[in-house]
């Protein structure tokens, strides 16, 4: 019986930048590069779980189109600001409150939130506001969630919210950009197999190793779902809701936008995709 030979080598090399390396897995045979790439890359873009910052209560702001005192940014800024910090919640916590405090003239960073056990910031360097007088003083009570892919504010189960409180679209993937190129390699005679390269960048709160194979687990536990699924006659499909239909189209669309966004504020990647 003839088989779909497997590939044999993964190896990763790391480059420059920090965070970001190269996933390379070979021989596969020709067409597999694309088969396997693209559902890695779909993967690891939208459906490894993260943490990130879900909303935040600035003192002095009621609403996010308005400025403060002796501070450079508005509130808008600040909001989006605090969308860049890059958390890891450890085993068993899922939401978490941190706090910044500031005063005086100075240039507020990630690093100036208050330390918390169970919580690790990766970019402590992210720059939250410029204080511009020796009176500024910037108070932030910035929430965190644990979750998966992109979520907008709508998404979200309306709940009794503290006063002040200001919600923000959240974005809890830890991969940044996954770059897709596919190489012919020589196996034996053949010169037609293929190299799956993958050129992945994460925020720091995974490894790219640990990106890869999270995603590699998925697929396969969605295959063995599959497998498992009876067939013929007998079998009924689960019912679907119209609302999760809809939930789960909206959730769809928005990985889809948030991914074009991010595609055009970074320079494209050259190659296969």
């Excluded at 085993?91 to 960073?109: P, S």
Aim: net charge negative; aromatic share 4%.
């Amino acid at each position: 019986m003839n088989t779909i030979a497997l590939p044999k080598k993964l190896y990763f090399l790391p480059a420059a930048e920090p965070f970001r390396a190269q996933a390379i897995l070979e021989p596969l045979a020709p067409g597999y590069g694309t088969t396997l790439g693209n559902a890695l890359r779909r993967v690891l873009l939208a459906s490894l779980p993260g943490a990130a910052v879900i909303g935040a209560k600035i003192e002095g702001a009621t609403h996010e189109f308005m400025g403060l005192p002796n501070i450079k940014e508005d509130v808008l800024e600040i909001l989006l600001n605090l969308k860049k910090i890059c958390l890891r919640l450890d085993e068993g916590i899922d939401e978490a409150r941190l706090e910044l405090k500031a005063y005086g003239e100075k240039v507020v960073t990630a690093a100036d939130i208050t330390k918390q056990t169970g919580v690790t910031i990766t970019n402590p360097e992210s720059v939250i506001a410029h204080l511009t007088d020796m009176g500024g003083q910037l108070n932030v009570e910035i929430f965190v969630r644990r979750g998966v892919g992109y979520e907008t504010i709508e998404q979200r189960e309306e709940k009794k919210k503290e006063l002040g409180y200001i919600d923000v679209d959240s974005i809890y993937s830890p991969v940044l950009t996954v770059g897709l190129d596919i190489e012919n390699v020589r196996v034996g005679k053949m010169v037609n197999w293929e190299k799956l390269i993958l050129d992945i960048q994460t925020d720091g709160t995974m490894s790219v190793e640990e990106a890869f194979r999270a995603s590699a687990a998925i697929l396969i536990e969605q295959f063995n779902a599959v497998l498992a699924l009876p067939t013929g006659e007998d079998s009924e499909p689960a019912a679907v809701s119209q609302e999760e239909a809809v939930a789960e189209t909206e959730s769809t669309e928005d990985v889809e936008t948030a991914e074009e966004e991010a595609a055009d504020e970074k320079p494209k990647k050259k190659g296969k995709k």
